[in-house]
Structure formats: structure tokens, C-alpha cells
């Protein structure tokens, strides 16, 4: 059989891609990114080069100086670079989400200023939703946008975003009193362009990135706070112009369903690599007087997160095909984010097993993802998120008449 997550029915171009991002990944990826997450260190060198290979542009239009590939394209290019070191791919995640927001949803001074430059990697785009008070709840959150004049002034506090420092672009959702009779009506996106970097910012005054969250995993990407004191933002600052105002709701969950495919992506490249390295360790170890592959109850455990891969990639790939052609995905997307962040959860920890004590040791790999894999059951939505989507779609189609 052909190795692990192929996927069928690819281009010529998307298939030279995803060789070039692996063997990238290979190369430059996984021989440091123990040393840089053990180390909470940024990957500068790794950037540069993901920059160097177009992928900070790999969905943008062409006319926008992007490479113009698809959601699929983009899943797969993610999962790649996951299998390497998923710290590697949040940095490329929020930058793609918000690069889709404004391709789908900005105005046309909106796409024609900032879609060039992040092509580039010039701009890094960062992603805000959740606050201190509030995650999936989107309803309750705070962070106010009150007109004055020609200008909102914002006032608030928002939680949780990755690439808050080094980006220069954050989509962030707050309310706003336009008089909708639901909240959801009363909620708009803005862009709010400051200078990347710490503290208060001199491009945005009131805008500031206090520092770094720590964590247990997920390193080497900043996580950070962003709080908000009378910043003052021109009303085209609303992503799609003025008019859009309102319309932040939908915006952003149009962003999650493809922040959902991101997120099934990295799980299925964790879930490959712990497999990779689970499945040589049991060649190599020898207990009781034969290889550990040679042992039932170890060939089992290989065949059972072999299989779980299988279904968690297919699933992805499904649901990155619905929305590349114009479907909606909400459903699809749901359910491969809660597959593959289940299933990656469980091959990570089998790997860990496998490995026995030395699974404990920093020295080895499964030490790390053993980390970086509990992230993934609530990043962009819990599981019970993704089952109540998930659900409620099913009694749409499903429902008694």
C-alpha cells in the first residue's frame, strides 16, 4: 500500500508543492524543532524560508501577487508542516484566515493595500475572537466599538492570539449598537493595522500586546493578550468599508469553517509524525527476545492509529473539497476537526507507549507532542462545539416534518 494521508486526484502543481514542503519539513523543521520549542524560541530561520517558498501567499489571488491554490492545497501544505513542528504551522494559520477574510469579505482599497504585502510576508495577519471572559460563548463578548464622527473608538480586552506580536494586521470582532434585533447583528470586524511588537503600540495608540502567554505546548509562536484603551480607527477600518458595519459575525464564522480545515490539517500531520515515530521505535527496540512490531499487542496499536489517520485525512480533505467548491461546510468541517483532534489525542498517546520510558524523556520526540496534541480538542472550537455544529446541521436535514 502507499504510505499514510495520500490524498487522490491532485494537480501536477499541487503535488510538486507539497514535495517541496516536505522535503523542506524534513530538512529544515524537524532536525531543530526540538531544540526551538525546549527553548520557547521564534524560528526566524524556518520563517524566512516559508517565506522564501511563497506559503505566506499560497491562497491569496494571483492578482493579489499570491499563488492562488486552493483551501485544500493550503490543508495539505498545513498538515505537512505540522507533521514537522505544528508550532511552525500556527504562525502560517491566522495569517491564512485573515488573508481569507479580506480576499472573501474586504473592500477593494482593503485587498488592493494589505493582500500584495501579505502575499509577500511582509504583513502577518493575526486572528481575534475570545477574551478573558468568554470562548466559544461568542455572544458575550465586550470589546465595544462606539462611533465618533468619522471614526469607532474601541475599548476592551481580547485573549488567545497567536501571532499577536510579529502581526501587523488583527481581524478582531466587538460589538457594536447598529440596533439589530439580534446580538449577532450587532457584532463588526475590524482591521486594525499596528507596527508588529510588545507593548504599547506607537502605530495604534491604546492598542497594546502586554507579552507572551505560557504554555504547556505550543511554543516558539507567541500567544498573547491584546488590550484596547480609546483606540481610534477610521470607519473603513470595518472589514468590507463602512457599510459592512454588523456584518462581523458572519465574517468570522465564514474565517472559523476554514480555521476548522487548518485545524483537522495539523492534527492529521501530529498524528502521522507520532505514527512515524512510533512505528520505528517498535523495529528497533527489541523486548523479549524480538523486535516490539513483532508483539500483537504492539502490531495492534500500529494498525489501530494507522487506521485512525486514514479516516481523520479523509475527512479533512472532504471537507476542504465542499468549501473549494462553494459549499457551505459547516457540518463537514465540524466533524473533521472533531475526528482528527480526537483521534490525533489518542495515536500521540499510543506513540507515547509505544515508546515506554523513554516516551518521558525530552530526548525523544513524543515528549513534545505529547504536548502540543491536548491544544488541538480546543483550538478554534472544543469538541462539544464542533458536536452541538455538528448536531443541530443533522436535525436540518434530518428533522421531522
Same mark, same amino acid.
Not at 91 to 120: C, D, W
Not at 198 to 206: C, D, R, V
Given at each position: 500500500?502507499?504510505?499514510?494521508?495520500?490524498?487522490?486526484?491532485?494537480?501536477?502543481?499541487?503535488?510538486?508543492?507539497?514535495?517541496?514542503?516536505?522535503?523542506?519539513?524534513?530538512?529544515?523543521?524537524?532536525?531543530?524543532?526540538?531544540?526551538?520549542?525546549?527553548?520557547?524560541?521564534?524560528?526566524?530561520?524556518?520563517?524566512?524560508?516559508?517565506?522564501e517558498?511563497g506559503?505566506?501567499?499560497?491562497?491569496?489571488?494571483?492578482?493579489?501577487?499570491?499563488?492562488?491554490?486552493?483551501?485544500?492545497?493550503?490543508?495539505?501544505?498545513?498538515e505537512?508542516?505540522?507533521?514537522?513542528?505544528?508550532?511552525?504551522?500556527?504562525?502560517?494559520?491566522?495569517?491564512?484566515?485573515?488573508?481569507?477574510?479580506?480576499?472573501?469579505?474586504?473592500?477593494?482599497?482593503?485587498?488592493?493595500?494589505?493582500?500584495?504585502?501579505?502575499?509577500?510576508?511582509?504583513?502577518?495577519?493575526?486572528?481575534?475572537?475570545?477574551?478573558?471572559?468568554?470562548?466559544?460563548?461568542?455572544?458575550?463578548?465586550?470589546?465595544?466599538?462606539?462611533?465618533?464622527?468619522?471614526?469607532?473608538?474601541?475599548?476592551?480586552?481580547?485573549?488567545?492570539?497567536?501571532?499577536?506580536?510579529?502581526?501587523?494586521?488583527?481581524a478582531?470582532?466587538?460589538?457594536?449598537?447598529?440596533?439589530?434585533?439580534?446580538?449577532?447583528?450587532?457584532?463588526?470586524?475590524?482591521?486594525?493595522?499596528k507596527?508588529?511588537?510588545?507593548?504599547?503600540?506607537?502605530?495604534?495608540?491604546?492598542?497594546?500586546?502586554?507579552?507572551?502567554?505560557?504554555k504547556?505546548?505550543?511554543?516558539?509562536?507567541?500567544?498573547?493578550?491584546?488590550?484596547?484603551?480609546?483606540?481610534?480607527?477610521?470607519?473603513?477600518?470595518?472589514?468590507?468599508?463602512?457599510d459592512q458595519?454588523?456584518?462581523?459575525?458572519?465574517?468570522?464564522?465564514?474565517?472559523?469553517?476554514?480555521?476548522?480545515?487548518?485545524?483537522?490539517?495539523?492534527?492529521?500531520?501530529i498524528?502521522?509524525?507520532?505514527?512515524?515515530?512510533a512505528?520505528a521505535?517498535?523495529?528497533?527496540?527489541?523486548t523479549?527476545? *524480538?523486535?516490539?512490531?513483532?508483539?500483537? &499487542?504492539?502490531?495492534? %496499536?500500529? $494498525?489501530?492509529?494507522?487506521?485512525?489517520? !486514514? /479516516? *481523520?485525512h479523509?475527512?479533512?480533505?472532504? &471537507?476542504?473539497?465542499? %468549501?473549494? $467548491?462553494?459549499?457551505?461546510?459547516?457540518? !463537514? /468541517?465540524?466533524?473533521?476537526?472533531?475526528?482528527?483532534?480526537?483521534?490525533c489525542?489518542?495515536?500521540?498517546?499510543e506513540?507515547?507507549r509505544i515508546?515506554g520510558?523513554?516516551?518521558?524523556?525530552?530526548?525523544?520526540?513524543?515528549?513534545?507532542?505529547?504536548?502540543?496534541?491536548?491544544?488541538?480538542?480546543?483550538?478554534?472550537?472544543t469538541?462539544?462545539?464542533?458536536?452541538?455544529?455538528?448536531?443541530?446541521?443533522?436535525?436540518?436535514e434530518?428533522?421531522?416534518?
Amino acid at each position: 500500500m502507499a504510505r499514510l494521508a495520500q490524498t487522490p486526484g491532485l494537480t501536477d502543481v499541487q503535488e510538486s508543492i507539497l514535495e517541496t514542503v516536505r522535503e523542506f519539513v524534513d530538512k529544515e523543521i524537524i532536525p531543530h524543532a526540538q531544540h526551538l520549542e525546549h527553548d520557547d524560541v521564534y524560528p526566524a530561520d524556518i520563517v524566512d524560508g516559508m517565506r522564501e517558498m511563497g506559503l505566506f501567499g499560497l491562497t491569496i489571488p494571483e492578482e493579489h501577487g499570491g499563488l492562488g491554490e486552493s483551501l485544500l492545497t493550503y490543508a495539505l501544505v498545513v498538515e505537512q508542516l505540522s507533521r514537522g513542528w505544528m508550532s511552525v504551522s500556527g504562525i502560517v494559520n491566522t495569517h491564512f484566515i485573515v488573508a481569507y477574510l479580506v480576499s472573501q469579505h474586504g473592500s477593494a482599497e482593503q485587498k488592493a493595500s494589505l493582500l500584495p504585502r501579505m502575499a509577500a510576508g511582509e504583513v502577518r495577519g493575526a486572528f481575534s475572537m475570545s477574551e478573558p471572559g468568554c470562548g466559544s460563548d461568542v455572544a458575550a463578548i465586550r470589546t465595544k466599538a462606539v462611533a465618533d464622527g468619522d471614526d469607532y473608538v474601541i475599548n476592551g480586552q481580547k485573549m488567545w492570539l497567536t501571532n499577536g506580536a510579529y502581526s501587523s494586521v488583527v481581524a478582531t470582532l466587538v460589538k457594536t449598537d447598529l440596533g439589530a434585533e439580534s446580538v449577532y447583528g450587532n457584532m463588526t470586524t475590524f482591521l486594525l493595522e499596528k507596527a508588529p511588537g510588545f507593548g504599547e503600540n506607537e502605530a495604534l495608540p491604546g492598542l497594546t500586546i502586554p507579552g507572551r502567554i505560557e504554555k504547556m505546548g505550543y511554543k516558539g509562536v507567541e500567544t498573547t493578550e491584546m488590550v484596547l484603551e480609546d483606540v481610534r480607527v477610521p470607519k473603513d477600518a470595518v472589514l468590507g468599508g463602512a457599510d459592512q458595519a454588523g456584518r462581523g459575525f458572519y465574517q468570522m464564522m465564514d474565517g472559523i469553517e476554514v480555521g476548522r480545515v487548518n485545524v483537522a490539517a495539523r492534527a492529521c500531520g501530529i498524528s502521522i509524525r507520532a505514527f512515524e515515530l512510533a512505528i520505528a521505535y517498535a523495529q528497533q527496540r527489541q523486548t523479549f527476545g *524480538a523486535p516490539l512490531v513483532k508483539h500483537q &499487542a504492539i502490531a495492534f %496499536k500500529l $494498525a489501530e492509529m494507522a487506521t485512525k489517520i !486514514e /479516516a *481523520a485525512h479523509a475527512l479533512m480533505v472532504n &471537507a476542504a473539497r465542499l %468549501k473549494d $467548491a462553494g459549499q457551505r461546510n459547516d457540518v !463537514e /468541517a465540524g466533524m473533521a476537526k472533531l475526528l482528527a483532534s480526537e483521534y490525533c489525542a489518542e495515536v500521540v498517546q499510543e506513540s507515547f507507549r509505544i515508546h515506554g520510558g523513554y516516551g518521558y524523556s525530552k530526548e525523544y520526540e513524543i515528549e513534545r507532542l505529547m504536548r502540543e496534541a491536548p491544544f488541538l480538542l480546543i483550538g478554534e472550537g472544543t469538541s462539544e462545539i464542533q458536536k452541538t455544529i455538528i448536531s443541530r446541521g443533522l436535525l436540518k436535514e434530518y428533522g421531522v416534518r
